[in-house]
């Protein structure tokens, strides 16, 4: 499994019906589950991003589905990235290296 990260934005209808969110949250832990994706902890946030949102996903093709589905009932827009613990940078990194030419 994958994991993701995706920083959420409140639409205009999102902060209209912001009374919601919880239960929305709980809806898209729902969904996702039915798309072998794990949802791990949901935070709502101030400053640039109105919430995080941390996710396994078998592929990335399913991270996107999941994410166009969430971003299709027009509450929220997202932005997602790829997250490696130290152990999967630590394997990115020897195969940077072995790609340039270095051996470690």
């Known amino acids: 499994m994958a994991r993701y990260i995706a920083l959420i934005d409140f639409t205009d209808k999102g902060v209209a019906e912001f009374a919601e969110t919880t239960a929305r949250a709980d809806a898209f832990r729902e969904m ?10 949901v935070y709502w946030t101030t400053g640039n991003h109105d919430g995080v949102l941390f996710f396994d996903a078998p592929d ?7 994410m166009f589905a969430l971003s299709s009932q027009g509450y929220v827009r997202t932005h997602t990235m790829d997250a490696f613990n130290q152990a999967e940078m630590q394997q990115v990194l020897e195969k940077a290296w072995r790609g340039a030419g270095v051996s470690v």
Do not use: C, K
């Open 32 to 41: 996702a589950g039915q798309l072998n994706i794990t949802v791990g902890d």
């Open 60 to 66: 990335r093709e399913t991270a996107t589905a999941a």
